[in-house]
């Protein structure tokens, strides 16, 4: 599955959950890490994991299964890795204290309506 694709499963998953501020960061030309970074944040434990959970299962209903992922129900940060595509669940706090979007300031940030043009 090609990255963009898995970005836009995700980001249409992470939308059907009610995800707060999803941004998707380009960093394909500034790191080897991935091609892009989705992060977005959730108001509380119970609705991170049900975005984690909605975009696992979209994906994996298009044979796309998670390397990795770090974190779990209980945990403020939940990463899952898809490889080319990692995708960062918050809190609201934490998202504001890791600050990923400045971190990865030097990539391209995208809003929900500019990711399926741009991508």
Aim: glycine share 4%; proline share 3%.
């Amino acid at each position: 599955m090609e990255p963009h694709e898995i970005v836009d499963i995700a980001v249409t998953s992470l939308e059907n959950k009610k995800a707060e501020h999803t941004r998707v960061i380009d960093i394909h030309k500034i790191s080897s890490l991935a091609d892009f970074f989705i992060v977005t944040n959730g108001t509380n434990p119970n609705q991170m994991q049900a975005m984690v959970d909605q975009v696992t299962e979209d994906l994996a209903k298009k044979d796309c299964m998670p390397k990795h992922i770090e974190g779990n129900s209980s945990s403020n940060w939940i990463l899952i890795d898809y490889g080319d595509v990692v995708i960062h669940v918050f809190d609201r706090e934490s998202r504001n204290f890791y600050d990923l979007e400045h971190i990865w300031k030097d990539g391209a940030a995208y809003e929900r309506a500019e990711v399926i043009s741009q991508v």
